[in-house]
């Protein structure tokens, strides 16, 4: 059995909504059928797949006291809490959320997101490598009426953040490397 963790801040939980569904077995568009694809992933068994945690951690002082890191990189600002950075800290930020909630719940594989200004960070990591990335659509939460950006970010997040973590569980890292903006270290 994987055991996965989750720490979403622009993703809202919803990276691990869909790690359960697959796990368990779930149909329709509540499992995501669009990444049930065998001839792109591989033929992994996703009865193997338990989601420990997913977490929504959109506030700096959740990291603080739910992720216990102790000392975060400065915001570029603060939006009633909610910590807005740039796309370099996010992805370094979307780092430090994986390994806290790994660590603190001993799971094989942990995920980690956040964007503010840009197009955000995303990681996921286990004992045996670490990837980094963005999604592929840029928003700015600080601009006011830009919600359908903002959507489209998550929705790319979310699926991007997926397919990755499906071609890592199929040991398809040669795939994952042409993807845009990827960073990994084994």
Known sequence: MIKIATAECFTHGKIGREIHALGQGYEGNFGLEYIKNPQKYGDFNFNNLSLNCSLFIPTLDAVKSILKIENPPKPHSLIKGIKVYDEPKDKEVSRLMAESVKKQTQCDIAIGTTAGIGRGGISIISDKFKITTTSDI???????????????????????TLDILLLALNKKFEQIEKLENIEINF
């Open 138 to 160: 840029k928003a700015d939460l600080t601009q006011n009426n830009n919600s359908q950006q903002l959507y489209l970010r998550q929705e790319n997040g979310i699926r991007k």
